[in-house]
């Protein structure tokens, strides 16, 4: 089946109810033929997608679509697809994660959030991290703001559930870092509770025993880098992946370094990991605050943090929410409703604290001191 074939047989959406004035139509060109076929996708997905999410009709002709919706959903179709011509001009591929990501930075724009994303012409500028294996774009305007920030700060904290892309756009940052020459050391660390006895009945040495609870970090690293360069890495001691112990009297100098699963920190293991910092340096924290495994009573060191260095100078904080899940559409729903049941269960604490308050002034001014 032809693409303008498939695309007259996909449903058109239904404008009836919308008045004439809010309906428009725009006509693009692209001038490379040999994109077109990438750009619309195998049997016009990605115009299926861009349909789909914004409610208008895209029909495609030879190297030209036709939009065909309201002014708002033919402009963001517009932004995401110029966008992505862009992005396959520079010799990059293009996935259904990056049709979402378009149309997810064509809708902050449209919306008019203050982001750094913008170029004159109105075309969006998507921040990116370019490796020798790949190159991720962001693809949410908070993945856009973690980028930038982690170029500008030294010590740069990103927040929110999980599928934002908080670890994995930290160690493509890092192994960018020292692609380029500028730094000689990537360091990964994670808290590792867990070292301890819990482990002690696992054979092996400490490196063995706390491995699997660093293997997100190696993945993310063989994603980013040849993997015989990887490996040349950890035996030469240029990447080191590492429990946050490992990190006590250390001073880290021209080095990227991430730590993983913050929120799982103590109140003095941040604080040693923080003025761990030297000279040349970068510092990656990533965690979920709502996702604490900390003994009940025990202070996080990431929310501690997070509240003690908002204002000091060359600290940057994004927060990732769930709407910036770039994972399955699933897991944005799962993370709501976490959320969600998270926020009822705090509010019902909240009102029994304020019953027993209550309460308790009742029955002392039935009871008062003589």
Do not use: W
Request: proline letters at 5%; hydrophobic letters at 40%; one cysteine or more.
């Amino acid at each position: 089946m032809t693409r303008d074939s498939q695309s007259s047989a996909r449903k058109i959406p239904d404008t009836s109810a919308k008045p004439a004035s809010d309906l428009t139509h725009i006509v693009l060109a692209f001038e490379d033929n040999r994109l077109i076929g990438d750009l619309f996708g195998q049997f016009d997905q990605n115009l299926a997608l861009i349909e789909q999410r914004l409610g208008v009709d895209a029909i495609a002709r030879g190297n030209q679509v036709t939009l065909k919706g309201s002014h708002a959903g033919c402009a963001q179709a517009r932004s995401a697809l110029e966008a992505l011509y862009q992005r396959l001009l520079q010799g990059h591929e293009i996935h259904p994660g990056d049709v979402d990501g378009a149309l997810r930075m064509a809708a902050a724009d449209e919306a008019q959030l203050p982001l750094p994303t913008m170029e004159p012409k109105s075309r969006l500028a998507f921040a990116q991290i370019s490796t020798r294996r790949k190159t991720l774009v962001a693809r949410t305007p908070t993945q856009d703001a973690y980028i930038r920030s982690m170029d500008r700060a030294d010590l740069v904290f990103g927040t929110g559930p999980a599928g934002t892309g908080k670890t994995y756009l930290a160690v493509a940052y890092a192994a960018a870092l020292i692609e380029r020459g500028d730094v000689s050391r990537l360091i990964l660390s994670r808290p590792a509770v867990e070292a301890g006895e819990r482990l002690g009945f696992l054979p092996g040495d400490m490196k063995e025993k706390v491995d699997p609870y660093l293997r997100p970090l190696y993945d993310a690293l063989y994603d980013m880098m040849p993997p015989e360069k990887v490996d040349r890495g950890l035996q030469s001691g240029m990447i080191e992946v590492a429990p946050l112990a490992f990190m006590r009297g250390r001073t880290l100098s021209d080095a990227v370094v991430i730590l993983d699963e913050a929120q799982n920190t103590t109140s003095m293991q941040m604080k040693m990991f923080l003025t761990r910092l030297g000279e040349g340096s970068k510092m990656i924290v990533t965690g979920d605050p709502s996702q604490i495994d900390l003994p009940a009573g025990q202070t996080s060191g990431l929310r501690e943090a997070l509240g003690l260095l908002t204002e000091v100078e060359g600290v940057a904080h994004v927060r990732f929410t769930e709407t910036d899940v770039v994972r399955h559409e699933l897991v944005a729903r799962i993370v709501t409703a976490y959320d969600n049941a998270g926020r009822e269960a705090s509010e019902a604490r909240e009102r029994r604290h304020r019953e027993r308050q209550a309460a308790a002034e009742a029955e002392t001014g039935r009871n008062p001191k003589s």
